[in-house]
């Protein structure tokens, strides 16, 4: 039996895309990470403090952790009378039992030689490039590299201190708080007060130089000038792909102004791109940044779709994230409409005709899903994508650019930083809108396996 399951079958609140992992016992509601790696020899030691807080009676604390070896374990300071892996899970056994709303703390010291976890969705989580290291955590990568509560709903603060080789600089969530150098190491400290899911904590390193990408950024250089209302926006690339990536990503800045003007504030405080000189199969998001390949850095539509679609992630999908993965459209589908969005802003080809050609396109291919619940093997197929993005077209068609864009702002806004479900978009929807009747909209779109007339 799973340690999501009971007696008579899976707990109903576990997400059953990713059973295994997550526990539902207990929340962190913050981690502060401490890591040593030494490139050379791929070898990471770290130490991992969660502060928790149980949910419901519990004698044993499970964490997902996948490819170490824990060393040392405290609870609350104390030694556990037990704790060991078991698959891909630390058991931590605990002298008195937990007691929902009890508060606690674990320690965790662990090492060993990171990699990718393989499964469904090809290899996830901390990946060696030619020189430095990238980590792609969604949709259950976080465990390759830090023990954690792996579930989308279960978001937390981090402080994350990486340690490495010098003349290598370490990009992570949030904001650089300090830097510091001792023999041939740097250290890079960095916080993420938002709460952030885990599958979206990440690691980048390499010779990067951090570059100001926006006159805000810029500013923020000199100690005695404001902090700027508009969003500083940076670049950490080596100085070989410098200029290649400013060229790909000039646009970027206007692309941040259209999505602030259609989906509301900005919701974190900086932005940034990091480019690595390796080809990439795909780029991917993290909370504040996105991660690029050399190859996304051309001028043509493929490139820059792909640069504004990263970008909108940060309102869908990282502000506003998924409490279970079935809702995926949720982050895919209105990242897909961003980049609808920004084709008719940037004039390459309008909204009404991408719309059109997913829809072209979509008439093609098998239809052997549901968008609202594509199940684990399809969660990443383009038809969620394109076909979640006109689901949200059909939403407008049905209220009107105004009321639907006004949405749009309310939805960020009332869920900011928190986790969503599609019923409760429909109900934003419905609350917002008056007459409009959301779920009959999508419900074709959402929930039937037939495609829909184009709206």
Known sequence: MTRNETASGPDPAADRYTLQHGSLAFRVERYELDLDYALGSNRLSGRAVLRCVALKDAQQIVLDLVGFKAAKVLVDGKKPPKFGARGEHLVITTKDRLKARQSFTVE????????????????????????????????????????????????????????????????CNGRLISRSRKSSRETWVYEQLEPMA????????????????????????????????????????????????????????????????????YPFQEYTAVVTEDELEIPLEAQTLSIFGRNHMGQEWESQRLIAHELSHQWFGNSLTVSSWKDIWLHEGFACYAEWIWSEEARVMSLAERAAAAHRKLAGEARDLLVGDPGPKLMFDDRVYKRGALALHAVRMACGDEAFFGLLRRWTADFKHGSVSTEQFVATADSCVPGLDCAAVLEPWLYTKALPPLP
Not at 125 to 154: I, M, T
Not at 225 to 248: D, F, H, K, N, S
Request: aromatic letters at 10%; one cysteine or more; glycine letters at 8%.
């Open 198 to 265: 885990t599958y979206l904590a990440t690691v980048q390193i390499g010779r990067y130089e951090l570059l100001p990408l926006s006159p805000e950024a810029e500013a923020l250089h000199h100690s005695d000038t404001p902090r700027p209302a508009a969003v500083p926006q940076y670049l950490a690339a080596t100085p070989l792909m410098a200029a290649i990536a400013r060229e790909g990503l000039a646009r970027q800045r206007h692309m941040m102004r259209t999505f602030v003007d259609c989906f509301g504030p």
């Open 108 to 171: 965790v010291r662990y090492e060993g030689n990171p990699r990718p976890r393989r499964g469904l969705w090809g290899e996830v989580g901390w990946e060696e490039l030619d020189d430095g290291v990238l980590v792609a955590g969604q949709p259950n990568g976080a465990a390759s590299w830090f023990p954690c509560n792996d579930h989308p709903r279960n978001k937390s603060s981090y402080l994350i201190s990486v340690t490495t080789d010098d003349n290598y600089r370490a990009v």
